[in-house]
């Protein structure tokens, strides 16, 4: 048995837990939009094509802010294909990811969707193959109340009140060799504060975010938000970061460890930034929108959903295209990165995991079939649902491990809210330990503990063993069970966390 002491204090709080941490993402890519959340025709489709029972799933797994329409894809993306009658709308070539785009779902369509699903929607521009002119316009179609050609147009085409769109953010990942229309920083700066500025002549209140690094392994990674920034510092609201993670054959002790790369990556982009803000006497600071995040298994598999396979399949519309089957394993990691953004909540005020149906995702729906949670839904879900009120400081004190890529790291592996409202503190526990359970103290330093009103854990389950997910054949077999033996007496929590499991434990408190 491993251990590991935690300890929190009432007066030691980071701020407020940014609501829009738990963001998803919704590209036109593989599976996500056709046959994802629209299938018309499906006998779960609602008047409008949009699955009720994905639907059902988005709303349960609680997202807050679903950034659209890519990702690659928007980088050779043209809004206007997507608006106007269906049947007038051209069809094309995807070329991010070989795809024949019908543009049957566009703007009109996710802006309904997402008032169904009760998400903010966080709007990507294209700056890889278009620039200021599509920026401004499309933000005067979307936001502007009307009496103008575009704002006139919007309703048109369905809808005469405004979108209101406030968050932007400013292309995808132009720092990648990958990216229709990749620039150098120096050319992204200054297209991002010249887009910005326009976009904002149309409508002032926008929030906008800057594309950062697509990883922090990018050779460009500290000197690209450094002269990003440089340029267009006064124009942006946030920096954004991309980082998948994967297990690397014989490696699972980093993989687990991944949020530690998280949190370097994380701690780096704020003092890059806080840098720039320092040398150019900036008031403001720049905070983090972690906009593409997840586990990804991008090297290592030959599957006909692998981006060059779907390639040479030819020209398909929305084939499958990175359906990545979650294990116990993952959802662990998964939930130690949500611990990491949810630590770093004074400065990650945005973060959106990519992506949220069939393409590396939470939710899987068959085309005509049923839809069913990944094991990574759960921690996100219960995180999205109790992470509430004010971020604690944590002090851990746990037992470590080696791993090859990160050094050594906790076996335990937490993150803390108190909701002051409704006298409770919630501890999101991850135990890294792939044989050992791990026994875990809780100090609750000024609060005297109360009973304990919900303790889950996500393990393998009886009889599996880690590898184990969630599927239209076998079911759901990875989700939350209940976990035993949290004791709660006076300002102490003891609690046990079985081998490689993740949980979350709900205390009722009071001031001591
Ligand atoms: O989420 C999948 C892809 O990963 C996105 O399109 C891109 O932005 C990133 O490289």
Redesign the pocket.
Known sequence: MSRARISIDRNFTIGEVPRRLFGS?V?H?GRCVYTGIYEPGHPEADEQGYRQDVLGLVRELGATVVRYP?????SGYNWEDGVGPIDQRPTRLDG??HTVETNAFGLHEFVDWSRKAGVEIMEAINLGTRGVDAARELVEYANHPGGTYLSDLRAKNGHKDPFNIKLWCLG??LD?P??TGHKTADEYGRLAQEAARAMRYVDPDLELVACGS?SSSMPTFGAWEQTVLGHAYDEVDYVSL?A?YQEDEGDAESFLASAVDMDYFIESVVATADAVRARGKHKKFINLSFD?W?V?YQRGLDTDDQPAAVARAGWREHPRV?EDKYNVTDAVVVGTLLNSLLRHGDRVSIANQ??LVN??APIMAEENGPAWRQTIFHPFARMAALAKGRIMRTAVDSDKYATTRFGDADLVDVSVTWDEEAGKVALFLANRGLEEAADVEVSLGGFDAGQVTRSEVLQVPEGRDRFAINSQADGEQVGLAPLSGVKAVGSELRLTLPALSWAVVEVEVSKA
Do not use: K, L, T
């Open positions: 993402f590209e890519m890519g990702g690659n894809f928007v991010a990811w995808n990942e990648g990958w990216q697509s991309h998948y593409e997840n990804w990175i990519a992506q393409v590396i």
